[in-house]
């Protein structure tokens, strides 16, 4: 069982950064692939990006390649999204997922299996 717990949500005006983090429990995390999805009010959730479980590959949804970054540190079982050039239209609650396994381009929510409580992530025009 792992128990994801993000942090690092906020209000943020446009045009500016924040990074999320989100920390694992277990001794296994470096096994994991993690994915980021958000969900805005009256939508469903969508996929942000995803990283392997050794760090070494990323992919991103088109929306937010070239603003949003991906990485990990295995040691400190955390996994982060950085976020820069914030748009109104990234407002959203953000979550991380997991799934045990190298993985790679995972971007369907139902390939992980274990979520986070979700971030509130508010950025004003």
């Known amino acids: 069982q792992v128990q994801l717990v993000e942090s690092g949500g906020g209000l943020v005006q446009a045009g500016g950064s924040l990074r999320l983090s989100c920390v694992a429990s277990?001794?296994?995390?470096?096994?994991?692939?993690m994915g980021w999805f958000r969900q805005a009010p009256g939508k469903q959730r969508e996929f942000v990006g995803t990283i392997n479980s050794s760090g070494r590959s990323t992919y991103y949804t088109d929306s937010v390649k070239g603003r949003f970054t991906i990485s990990r540190d295995n040691a400190k079982n955390t996994v982060y999204l950085q976020m820069n050039s914030l748009k109104p239209e990234d407002t959203a609650v953000y979550y991380c997922?997991?799934?045990?396994?190298?993985?790679?381009?995972?971007?369907?929510?139902?390939?992980?299996?274990?979520w986070g409580q979700g971030t509130q992530v508010t950025v004003s025009s």
């Open positions: 997922a997991a799934v045990r396994g190298a993985g790679r381009g995972l971007t369907q929510s139902h390939e992980y299996d274990y």
């Open positions: 277990g001794r296994t995390f470096s096994s994991y692939a």
